[in-house]
C-alpha cells in the first residue's frame, strides 16, 4: 500500500511549479498532505499550465473524498521573476498566509492570486493545518531554471548572464529567504530545503558551458548552506535529475537519433519523466524518513551516470 501523510500539515515553497519537475514535485507534495505555494512567471503563454495544474490538484482532491485518513494539501500561486530578490522573500511571506483560512468546509485559501481558486484539503481534520502552528515554512525546493543549448564559441553574454541571473542566482535569494524564516521565526527553528541541480553538475556538456556551471553552483551551494545552517536543524540537500523530459528539452528529444542514444545510456532503459523526481523529493522533505540527511547529492537518473560502457 502506498505510503501516505508524509508531509501532512507541512508548508512548501516550490519555484517553477507549474511544469516539469517543480509540478512533479508539486503534485508529490499535495498528495502526502503538503500546502504547496508555487512560483511561476505568470505569463500568458503558461496560462495553459497553471490551469492544468489546478485541475490536477482538484482531481487528487476528489480521488480521495471517500478515504478517510488520507491528507490532500492545498495548492495556491504566486507569479513573480526569481531573478529579482524580492520575489523570493514576497514568496516566503505568500505561503505563510495564503493557507491560514485552510478547513474541511473551506476548499479556497487566503491569497493574493486572484486567478487562484484551486485547493486540496484534507478529508480527515486530524491531518490538517491544524496540527502545526500556523505561520511555518517548513520545505523549500528550489526548482526553476532555464537551458538553451548554444556553442560556446558563439555563446552570447546576454545569454550567459541571463543562465546564472536565473539558474544561480535566484536559488540564492530563494535559499536566503527560505532560512531567513527556517531559523530566526519557525518555532522551533528548523526545515528542509532542497536544490534542483543537474547531472550535469557532475558532467561536462559541449553546448551547456554556461548552464553546467549554475548546477555545480547549485549542488555546492547545497552543501555550504548545510554547515551554515545545521545548527539551526535546517537540512540542504540537491537532487540531480538525469535526462527527464520536459518543456526544457522537448525540441532536443524530438530528434529520435539523440532520444533512442540516451535511452540505450541509461541502465533503467527509458527516460525519466517529472513524477520520478517526486519520490525522491518528499524522502529529503520528510524529516522522519531523512532527518540525519544534509549536504547530500541524490542523483536521480536512472543508473545514467554509472554507465561508462
Known amino acids: 500500500m502506498p505510503a501516505t501523510n508524509l508531509l501532512a500539515g507541512k508548508t512548501a515553497i516550490i519555484t517553477g511549479g507549474t511544469t516539469g519537475i517543480g509540478r512533479g514535485i508539486t503534485l508529490a507534495f499535495l498528495a502526502q498532505g503538503c500546502n504547496v505555494a508555487v512560483n511561476h512567471l505568470g505569463l500568458e503563454k503558461d496560462r495553459p499550465h497553471l490551469a492544468s495544474l489546478i485541475a490536477e490538484a482538484e482531481s487528487l482532491l476528489a480521488a480521495h473524498q471517500s478515504s478517510p485518513g488520507i491528507a490532500i494539501g492545498h495548492l495556491a500561486h504566486l507569479p513573480g521573476d526569481i531573478r529579482d530578490p524580492s520575489t523570493a522573500t514576497a514568496l516566503v511571506s505568500f505561503a505563510l498566509t495564503a493557507f491560514d483560512d485552510g478547513s474541511d468546509d473551506d476548499q479556497t485559501p487566503n491569497t493574493t492570486t486572484p486567478s487562484n481558486t484551486n485547493t486540496t484539503t484534507p478529508n480527515n481534520t486530524d491531518n490538517t493545518n491544524n496540527t502545526t502552528p500556523q505561520r511555518r515554512l517548513?520545505?523549500?525546493?528550489?526548482?526553476?531554471?532555464?537551458?538553451?543549448?548554444?556553442?560556446?564559441?558563439?555563446?552570447?553574454?546576454?545569454?550567459?548572464?541571463?543562465?546564472?541571473?536565473?539558474?544561480?542566482?535566484?536559488?540564492?535569494?530563494?535559499?536566503?529567504?527560505?532560512?531567513?524564516?527556517?531559523?530566526?521565526?519557525?518555532?522551533?527553528?528548523?526545515?528542509?530545503?532542497?536544490?534542483?541541480?543537474?547531472?550535469?553538475?557532475?558532467?561536462?556538456?559541449?553546448?551547456?558551458?554556461?548552464?553546467?556551471?549554475?548546477?555545480?553552483?547549485?549542488?555546492?551551494?547545497?552543501?555550504?548552506?548545510?554547515?551554515?545552517?545545521?545548527?539551526?536543524?535546517?537540512?540542504?540537500?540537491?537532487?540531480?535529475?538525469?535526462?527527464?523530459s520536459t518543456q526544457l528539452n522537448e525540441e532536443d528529444l524530438k530528434d529520435e537519433g539523440k532520444r533512442t542514444y540516451m535511452q540505450g545510456r541509461i541502465p533503467l532503459g527509458r527516460i525519466g519523466i517529472p513524477g520520478d523526481l517526486g519520490g525522491p523529493a518528499v524522502f529529503l522533505a520528510c524529516e522522519e524518513l531523512s532527518s540525519y540527511v544534509t549536504g547530500a547529492q541524490l542523483l536521480v537518473d536512472g543508473g545514467l551516470f554509472v554507465n561508462l560502457q
Open 138 to 244: 517548513d520545505i523549500c525546493v528550489s526548482n526553476a531554471g532555464i537551458c538553451t543549448f548554444a556553442s560556446f564559441l558563439d555563446l552570447d553574454h546576454a545569454l550567459y548572464e541571463n543562465t546564472i541571473q536565473t539558474n544561480l542566482n535566484g536559488t540564492f535569494y530563494l535559499v536566503q529567504a527560505a532560512a531567513r524564516q527556517m531559523a530566526i521565526h519557525n518555532s522551533p527553528p528548523g526545515g528542509s530545503i532542497i536544490g534542483i541541480s543537474s547531472i550535469s553538475a557532475l558532467v561536462g556538456g559541449g553546448l551547456q558551458t554556461h548552464y553546467t556551471p549554475t548546477k555545480a553552483g547549485i549542488t555546492s551551494l547545497m552543501q555550504s548552506t548545510a554547515v551554515a545552517l545545521g545548527r539551526y536543524n535546517i537540512r540542504c540537500n540537491a537532487l540531480l535529475p538525469g535526462t527527464v
